[in-house]
């Protein structure tokens, strides 16, 4: 079944006063820009126009498909609430309006979000615009609108290389073919972000929205990365006959009483629980997975963390769990516990040894990256072959996930010290069936803000 998104928006300049309204219909795979609508409405309540946004953005989605599922956004809390029903309609000019916009599709087909008012760009430009154009006496005009530009492209994935897993120089080949015939695929780099220790502990991202007068409350928000794990389950750009891949949707666990410290924290250690704040991040990563909706199978590493963390989104999902050892984190010997900087001091000589080949080892016998990979990809082989063709959520840790992803680009070991992983983030692998792998997400951590 398609998926649209519907951002919808109104005002009026006066309240009641000249009124428009602005609804853009998105593709939920891709992010691409599908249909936009928006009219002057004379003189309204900003309520109505909120209303007439909502049922433009909705007949547009049913002219595309009436068949699709719909997920509609809007700053709104009012209609929003209302048209979820768990608000009483009372208005008049309002009770017609909520009644036709619940015709255009089946119940059941469309589900409503509220959204901050920043995250509502696009629709909100279109509804400025038609005010704008009916204070010109004129209507508007899809050919003079700059609302796009609040939007992103259609998410087009890059061409996977011929070679085997992560074969850099394979994929390297065909960019520069793809460059020199006029093809331009999508670079979509990832800025290098601060040095960060594989396997010690980090502080989510932060961050926080307004929202209008009528809506102070914090809700799960989606943006673009949400709709790129989306997107995961249909990847896009690869050959017509080599099926669906075995996407491995990787979520690190929660934050545990050892994240905010920076301590090392492994497999051989004290096996920490999550703290209040890691079950709340493991509840904001279900809810989005719930909302997502592509989640088959998931699988655990054995640690307290990361079983805790599987165990909450398995619950809102209503799937099992299975515990797969290769997931654990490395172990980290005598440094368990310790912070960079107390290594440092304690053990200088092995931890220069340790940053400088991934074949050192951790004070006092813990596992070398080296080894840390050999497992890992071992594990992956084996994940791959159970679940081909299907999406599989993946709880484990900050090496773990940086090898896969180091794996799946054909990155050199070093590269796991320059990959920012938070806890309770998002990362997503897709494997195909000739052996290609492509990163499609890294770090998201949108659901935690």
């Known amino acids: 079944m398609r998926e649209f998104i519907v951002e919808a928006d109104g005002g009026s300049r006066g309240n009641p006063g000249p009124a428009g309204y602005g609804a853009v219909v998105s593709d939920a795979a891709t992010g691409e820009t599908l249909r936009e609508a928006a009219e002057y409405l004379g003189v309204a309540t900003n309520n109505v126009a909120e209303y007439r946004g909502l049922l433009a953005g909705l007949r547009a989605a049913h002219e595309l498909d009436p068949a699709a599922a719909v997920h509609v956004r809007m700053d709104s809390k009012l209609v929003i609430e209302q048209m979820s029903g768990r608000w009483k309609i009372k208005h008049p000019d309002m009770k017609p309006l909520a009644a036709d916009a619940a015709r255009i599709f089946p119940p059941g087909r469309v589900t409503y979000e509220w959204i901050p008012r920043e995250r509502n760009k696009h629709a909100d430009r ?113 050959p017509a006959d080599m099926g669906a891949p075995a996407t491995f949707v990787l979520l690190r666990h929660g934050e545990t009483p050892l994240t905010p410290q920076k301590r090392f924290s492994g497999s051989g250690g004290s096996d920490p629980a999550l703290s209040d704040i890691g079950r709340d991040q493991a509840e904001r990563a279900a809810a989005l997975l719930a909302r997502r909706g592509t989640i088959q199978a998931i699988v655990s590493s054995p640690l307290a963390r990361t079983r805790e963390t599987a165990g909450i989104v398995a619950a809102r999902l209503g799937l099992d769990v299975s515990v797969d050892d290769g997931l654990r984190e490395t172990d980290f010997g005598a440094w368990e516990g310790l912070t960079f900087a107390e290594v440092r001091e304690r053990h200088p000589d092995d931890l220069n040894a340790w940053m400088a080949s991934p074949d050192a080892e951790p004070t006092g016998g813990g596992e070398s990256f080296a080894a840390t990979a050999a497992r890992i990809a071992a594990t992956r082989d084996k994940l791959v072959a159970a679940h081909a063709g299907r999406t599989v959520l993946l709880v484990t840790h900050v090496t773990p996930i940086k090898t896969l992803v180091r794996l799946a680009l054909g990155a050199p070991p070093e590269s796991l010290f320059r990959m920012e992983l938070s806890a309770a983030s998002l990362s997503v692998v897709a494997y195909y069936a000739d052996g290609n792998a492509s990163v499609r997400l890294l770090n998201d951590t949108s659901h935690l803000r």
Do not use: C, F, H, Y
């Not at 394979?170 to 695929?185: F, Q, V």
């Not at 009528?214 to 896009?236: E, S």
């Open 126 to 238: 279109l509804a400025n615009e038609a005010m704008d154009a009916g204070a010109r006496g004129e209507q508007w005009s899809a050919s003079t609108s700059t609302a796009d530009l609040d939007t992103p492209a259609a998410t087009v994935a890059p061409p996977e290389p011929q070679g085997p897993p992560g074969d850099a120089t394979a994929g390297a080949a065909r960019a520069r073919e793809a460059l020199a015939s006029g093809r331009t695929p999508e670079s979509g780099p990832t800025s290098p972000a601060r040095p960060s220790v594989p396997g010690a502990t980090e502080l989510p991202d932060a961050g926080a929205g307004g929202a209008k007068a009528d809506a102070d409350i914090d809700v799960a928000k989606t943006d673009a990365d949400a709709r790129a794990a989306k997107a995961v389950a249909a990847p896009g750009w690869v």
